[in-house]
C-alpha cells in the first residue's frame, strides 16, 4: 500500500476530545435544534409527559424525543427504528441526548400520541421567521400535491373497483367449475388430484368474495363511497393521468424567500374548496393586514374567491378554460359584454340581452339574459343552436370580473406561484422518498408533515440567517 495515505491500526491507542461537545462544530445544524427545543414551552404546546408523573416510571422528557424526531427529518432519517440506531451510534444524536438511547416504540408512541403538539412547533417557528421579517412582500403562493399513503392501491376500494374485482372472480369461479366438470369426464388416476386442486382454487376464490362482500357493506356505509384497508384515512386520487392512494397536502409559501407559511393535510382529492381556507391560515401566520395569494386554475371556485375577498385577502386564479361553445368553434360567454350602467349584455353582433329573471342553482343566484332576435341574427350558427342564447351572471361577478382585471395587468403572477410553490414540493417527496407517509391516518400524516416542514423551514431559515444567526434569534 505504498504512496497511499495511510490510516492508523486499529489496536493504535489514541488520545480522543475529552467530550463529546469537541466533536460538534459551533456552527453544526444539531446546535440549532437544541437550541430551538429548549426556548418551547412544551406544556404550553400540549405535550404528554411534559409534566412528569409522582409515581412509576421516570419518564424521556419530550424535548429529549422532539430532538431526536427534529433531528432525523433534517437529516432525511424518519423511521422510528432508524433513529433508534443512530442514538446509540451518532456522535451528533449523543450530544443531543446526553447519551440517551430510546428504544424505537418510545420514539414511534411520542410521534402517535402527540401530533396536535408537533403541529403547534411548527407554527411557533413560522411565527418565529414572522418576527424576523422574513416575510416581507405580504404575497403568498397556494398549492396542493398528491402524498402516497402507506395503504397499496389493491387495498382501497371505490364502489366500480369493487364491482370489477367481483366480476372477475366469479367469471374466474365459473371457469374452473367447467375445468372440474371436464376433469370429472377424464380418467380417474388423472381426475381426482386434478379435480382436488381446481376444488383449492374455487375455495379460496369463494372466500374472497365473502372477503369483498363484507368490504361492500363497509362501502356502502362510508360517506364517501370508498374503504381503504391499511390506512383508513386515505383516499384515491388522480394526479396527472393516474391514481394513487395518498392524501392532499396544501400548502402557502412565501415568495420572498420560499418559507412554508401554512400547510394543511387533507384526504379529499380537489383542490377547490381550499383556498379561502389557505389564505386565512397564512394571513394568520404572518400576521399581516393585508395579503395576496396566487394559485392555479384548480382552485377557481366563485366561492372561495368571494370568500377571499370578503375578508380582504387579494386573490389571483386564472379562470379555467372550460368552455363547450368554444370547443364547438362558437362564441363563449367572454364574447359578451356586460354593462352594469343598463344591466345588460352586448352580443357580438351588437344586440343587446336584457335581464329576464333570476334563479338559485347550488346555493348561488344567477341572472338570466338573452335577446329576442336571435332568430334572424346572421351570426346565430357562431353563437347558439338554441332558440336563443342565453348567459348567466352571477350576483357577485363583479368580484371574478375585478381578478381577472388584476391578473391581465400582473401576467408575470403566474410565473412566480410557479417557482416559488412547485420547488418546496419537489424538495419534500425528494426527502421523504417513492413511499412518502410511514404513518397512518389523518392525525399522524399530519404530525409527520409538520416535521417535514419544519426541518424544510429550519433549513431554509439557516441558509439565510446561518446557523449562528439563528441561534441568536432563538435566544434573544
Request: hydrophobic share 35%; with cysteine; net charge positive.
Amino acid at each position: 500500500m505504498k504512496r497511499f495515505i495511510q490510516g492508523e491500526h486499529r489496536g493504535q491507542g489514541t488520545f480522543l476530545p475529552e467530550s463529546l461537545d469537541d466533536y460538534v462544530t459551533d456552527t453544526n445544524p444539531v446546535r440549532v435544534v437544541d437550541v430551538f427545543v429548549d426556548e418551547l414551552d412544551l406544556v404550553k404546546l400540549g405535550f404528554e409527559g411534559a409534566i412528569p408523573a409522582d409515581t412509576g416510571r421516570p419518564a424521556y422528557h419530550p424535548a429529549i424525543l422532539l430532538k431526536i424526531y427534529i433531528y432525523g427529518y433534517l437529516n432525511r432519517i424518519p423511521s422510528s427504528r432508524r433513529l433508534e440506531r443512530e442514538a446509540q451510534r451518532n456522535v451528533e444524536l449523543m450530544w443531543l441526548t446526553g447519551r440517551l438511547m430510546p428504544d424505537f416504540k418510545t420514539i414511534a408512541n411520542f410521534r402517535k400520541d402527540n401530533s396536535k403538539a408537533i403541529r403547534g412547533v411548527c407554527r411557533q417557528f413560522v411565527g418565529l421567521c414572522q418576527q424576523l421579517g422574513l416575510f416581507g412582500e405580504n404575497l403568498v403562493a397556494i398549492d396542493g400535491s398528491k402524498f402516497k399513503a402507506v395503504n397499496n392501491r389493491d387495498r382501497n376500494f371505490t364502489s366500480a373497483k369493487l364491482k370489477r374485482r367481483m366480476e372477475e372472480i366469479e367469471s374466474s369461479i365459473n371457469r374452473y367449475l367447467t375445468a372440474l366438470d371436464e376433469a370429472d369426464r377424464q380418467e380417474p388416476s388423472i381426475a381426482q388430484p386434478k379435480a382436488g386442486r381446481l376444488q383449492e382454487k374455487i375455495d379460496k376464490l369463494k372466500a374472497q368474495m365473502k372477503e369483498l362482500q363484507v368490504i361492500e357493506t363497509q362501502l356502502n356505509e362510508s360517506p364517501d363511497k370508498q374503504v381503504s384497508l391499511t390506512d383508513p384515512d386515505a383516499r384515491s386520487m388522480m394526479t396527472r393521468g393516474t391514481g394513487i392512494v395518498g392524501y392532499n397536502v396544501q400548502t402557502a409559501v412565501d415568495t420572498q424567500h420560499h418559507l412554508i407559511v401554512a400547510h394543511e393535510v387533507t384526504n379529499v382529492g380537489s383542490d377547490r374548496d381550499q383556498l379561502s381556507s389557505m389564505a386565512k391560515q397564512a394571513r394568520e401566520a404572518m400576521a399581516s393586514d393585508t395579503l395576496s395569494v396566487v394559485a392555479d386554475r384548480g382552485y377557481f371556485k366563485s366561492e372561495q374567491i368571494l370568500a377571499c375577498h370578503d375578508a380582504g385577502i387579494t386573490a389571483y386564479v386564472p379562470k379555467p378554460m372550460t368552455s363547450g361553445a368554444k370547443a364547438d368553434g362558437r362564441f363563449n360567454n367572454d364574447a359578451f359584454v356586460y354593462d352594469a350602467a343598463k344591466n345588460v349584455y352586448i352580443c357580438p353582433a351588437g344586440e343587446a340581452l336584457i335581464w329576464r329573471f333570476s334563479s338559485i342553482e347550488k346555493g348561488l343566484k344567477l341572472h338570466r339574459y338573452w335577446s329576442s332576435n336571435c332568430q334572424g341574427c346572421v351570426l346565430k350558427s357562431k353563437c347558439t343552436p338554441s332558440k336563443q342564447r342565453r348567459v348567466r351572471r352571477w350576483e357577485h361577478e363583479v368580484v371574478l370580473e375585478e381578478m381577472q382585471n388584476r391578473l391581465s395587468n400582473a401576467p408575470e403572477m403566474m410565473r412566480i406561484r410557479k417557482r416559488t410553490v412547485e420547488h418546496p414540493f419537489g424538495t419534500l417527496k425528494q426527502w421523504m422518498g417513492a413511499t412518502h407517509f410511514l404513518t397512518r391516518k389523518l392525525n399522524g400524516v399530519s404530525a409527520e408533515m409538520s416535521l417535514n416542514v419544519l426541518a424544510y423551514n429550519l433549513k431554509r431559515v439557516m441558509k439565510i440567517l446561518g446557523a449562528n444567526g439563528l441561534m441568536k434569534a432563538l435566544s434573544a
